[in-house]
């Protein structure tokens, strides 16, 4: 069956497209001398990209825990077992993931002379990969071997403690369970993000995967069952949230909070809408080709920009002679050609990986 016509949420696919181009944008305006080619050129422009795309990753904390609170809270359960659900998770994220290292370590081999200091790094030791295969390289305060590698391991963390507390609480659709992620929620927003030392950490995020998970329980208007709490709870605790946020924003205020705000809202509002507002056939499906493909994109876009920024020095541009046009093109090129990346990887990795994945599973 083909991937899109499985059914989805239109306004997921959508926050997830928006949000997974502007990381590549950030990235783009980041690293290598293409970076400052294209802030040279066009300085507002890259200056929002580089100071403000990054905080784009918040969106795919709250649908990452949205989408879980959906799943484990579903009937089949997986909080009864968690150490099989986690494991599940951490096998969905690790097959993609460590290809995607493995092609940015051949790219740096092999480019190594055309890189620039920021791009240009060793060759890992054991103990470098052996952390990033454990998802543990932020917490063991060992460098990445890619731009979006610490995103994985935070987005496996995440999922693994809103697990554990629905194990503890014994299930999602009850109101310990809410209460105890909401609580942290609240902690997470008015102590633990503001504590920058705590970044490595999952409770320093959890205020938006927690939004997110919140935003799924009152979201579940008619599909409560007799043993489960009614969503007025949920919706409770999720105001109650929103606006211990409003006094957190208040005391210190957080773009990336006010943002993960903003789409836990709109996913309580509009989650589950069968369309988007501009609902043209060929635009839904692009949007949800690129909601797809937001993951690969998310892995492969960083290769491509090692690519595209040693292919820049060898045809011998500077970013104090090249013209703005000239840059442009280059930056679009490389733009382009993550998308093409990550629809190779999604067709011929991750989508297969599903059935790799088997070999991995707990009996």
Not at 223 to 232: C, D, F, G, M, S
Not at 283 to 310: D, R, W
Request: charged share 10%; aromatic share 14%.
């Amino acid at each position: 069956m083909n991937a899109l016509s499985v059914a989805r949420y239109p306004l997921i696919d959508a926050l997830k497209a928006v949000a997974a181009q502007l990381i590549v944008f950030h990235h783009f305006s980041s690293y290598g001398p293409l970076s400052k080619a294209l802030h040279t050129a066009f300085p507002g422009l890259m200056g929002v990209f580089f100071d403000h795309g990054l905080i784009a990753v918040q969106v795919f904390f709250v649908v990452g825990g949205y989408l879980a609170a959906k799943g484990l809270s579903s009937s089949t359960a997986g909080w009864r077992t968690p150490n099989v659900a986690i494991f599940k998770r951490y096998s969905r994220l690790l097959l993609p993931y460590l290809f995607a290292l493995a092609v940015v370590m051949l790219c740096t081999a092999w480019l190594q002379s055309w890189l620039s200091a920021d791009l240009a790094a060793p060759y890992p030791g054991w103990g470098q990969w052996l952390a990033h295969v454990a998802m543990l390289q932020s917490i063991l305060g060992i460098e990445s071997l890619s731009a979006g590698a610490w995103y994985v391991a935070m987005d496996f963390q995440l999922f693994a403690l809103l697990t554990l507390l629905l194990w503890l609480f014994r299930g999602g659709n009850n109101r310990r369970t809410q209460t105890g992620v909401a609580a942290l929620c609240i902690a997470s927003l008015l102590i633990f993000n503001r504590q920058t030392e705590l970044d490595a950490w999952a409770v320093y995020f959890f205020g938006a995967y927690g939004l997110g998970a919140l935003a799924w329980w009152a979201r579940r208007s008619g599909q409560t069952t007799v043993a489960a709490v009614a969503p007025i709870y949920a919706r409770v605790m999720f105001v109650l949230v929103v606006v211990c946020g409003l006094v957190a924003l208040a005391i210190d205020f957080r773009e990336r909070i006010a943002l993960a705000m903003g789409v836990a809202l709109a996913l309580v509002i509009w989650g589950t809408a069968s369309h988007l507002p501009a609902n043209h056939p060929k635009f839904q499906t692009k949007i949800q080709a690129l909601g797809l493909h937001s993951y690969a994109l998310f892995l492969m876009h960083f290769p491509v920009l090692l690519l595209t920024n040693a292919a820049f020095t060898r045809a011998g541009f500077t970013p104090e002679t090249i013209a703005p046009a000239t840059a442009l093109g280059w930056g679009i090129a490389g733009w382009a050609a993550s998308l093409w990346a990550a629809n190779l990887f999604y067709r011929w990795i991750e989508s297969p990986a599903a059935a790799w994945r088997g070999v991995l599973r707990l009996r």
